[in-house]
């Protein structure tokens, strides 16, 4: 063991000038070998390493960066339906100049209305990030969600229109009284009905759960239904939105009650009175396919059948 250890010093010794006895030789033998050893590491790997610079050398200039222009304000002509029950007898429009940026949401507008021009104003909101629903509203004659309405993208040389949405009691300026909305609801039983507790989780294959998977997406906000002009003149229909969620559960596997949603459908208020103008599908900030989900439940009543 010992004369190995010896014959290995030697040979390390030999490679790095160890017999000279020169402290520099030896230093320069053991960066040759680094070095030598790294170019054979790059040459296996098929890449290419950059030479160091020169002492000296001359570095390359660095391009300038040029300073980000900064977002241009500009203002917005906000015209808001408004109606105070104590004081009017009928809605009025009223309008507010607004500064805005482009990249701002029609809920930010309404906001600097509220905190810096007119406290009065009454809207809802929540979240702010297109997930409750709260907000939504006529803007320029559509339906949306005033959170996910970018000023950008209306043209901002003519007045913004922002009103409440239609079909449901007006309460105050943009806020509607939605009890008759739920109501509807919560009448298609929108809940998991299934009898017994088992053991563990009822399994579902990809398949099963992809056909209802669209109409899970429902945050109840009632820009499908007050869109829709049936629902306008027929305060009994039951709307969209009820038929989507009931489409929810008619078309689970797990469920066992969805005959009887069926049925509480299959009435001169539910699916037959859908007239299929779309209204509800263009105005669904979500991108259900509302109206493609009230035919499968038409097709469900006719063939008996919930492929």
Same mark, same amino acid.
């Given at each position: 063991m010992a004369e190995s250890e010896k014959k290995n010093e030697d040979s390390i010794g030999t490679e790095f000038g160890a017999e000279t006895g020169d402290p520099g030789a030896q230093a320069?033998?053991?960066?040759?070998?680094?070095?030598?050893?790294?170019?054979?590491?790059?040459?296996?790997s098929g890449t290419e390493r950059a030479e160091p610079a020169e002492p000296g050398a001359a570095v390359a200039d660095v391009a300038p960066i040029e300073p980000v222009e &900064?977002?241009?304000?500009?203002?917005?002509?906000?015209?808001? *339906?408004r109606f105070d029950p104590e004081v009017d007898?009928?809605? *009025?429009?009223?309008?507010?100049?607004?500064?805005?940026?482009?990249? &701002?949401? /029609? @809920?930010?507008?309404?906001?600097?209305?509220?905190? #810096?021009?007119?406290?009065?104003?009454?809207?809802?909101?929540?979240?702010?990030?297109?997930?409750?629903?709260?907000?939504?509203?006529?803007?320029?004659?559509k339906?949306?969600?005033?959170?996910?309405a970018l000023v950008k993208d209306f043209d901002t040389s003519k007045p913004i229109y922002v009103e409440a949405i239609k079909g449901l009691? @007006? #309460?105050?300026?943009?806020?509607?009284?939605? &009890?008759?909305?739920?109501?509807?609801?919560?009448?298609?039983q929108p809940f998991l009905v299934a009898a017994g507790k088992p053991d563990k989780e009822r399994h579902q294959t990809i398949?099963?759960?992809e056909r209802f998977d669209d109409t899970t997406k429902c945050i109840l906000c009632a820009a499908c239904t007050t869109s829709c002009p049936i629902f306008w003149t027929d305060g009994q229909y039951f709307g969209p939105a009820a038929i989507v969620n009931a489409h929810r559960f008619i078309f689970d596997s797990r469920d066992e009650a969805s005959?009887?949603?069926?049925?509480?459908?299959?009435? *001169?208020?539910?699916?037959?009175?859908c007239r299929t103008?779309?209204?509800?599908?263009?105005?669904?900030?979500?991108?259900?396919?509302?109206?493609?989900? /009230?035919?499968?439940?038409?097709?469900?009543l006719v063939t008996g059948v919930r492929l």
């Open positions: 320069q033998a053991a960066v040759d070998a680094t070095t030598a050893d790294s170019q054979a590491v790059s040459a296996s &900064e977002p241009q304000s500009f203002t917005v002509t906000v015209i808001v *339906r007898e009928e809605p *009025r429009w009223v309008d507010y100049d607004v500064q805005m940026f482009s990249t &701002e949401r /029609i @809920l930010d507008a309404l906001h600097r209305i509220k905190w #810096e021009q007119d406290p009065s104003l009454a809207f809802r909101r929540s979240c702010a990030h297109g997930v409750c629903g709260s907000d939504a509203m006529r803007i320029n004659g339906n949306r969600l005033a959170c996910k009691p @007006l #309460e105050k300026d943009l806020i509607v009284n939605m &009890e008759p909305f739920f109501d509807s609801f919560r009448e298609i398949a099963q759960r005959q009887v949603r069926l049925d509480i459908l299959n009435d *001169r208020e539910g699916v037959w009175r103008t779309f209204n509800c599908t263009d105005a669904c900030p979500r991108g259900i396919q509302v109206t493609k989900a /009230i035919q499968e439940v038409k097709q469900a």
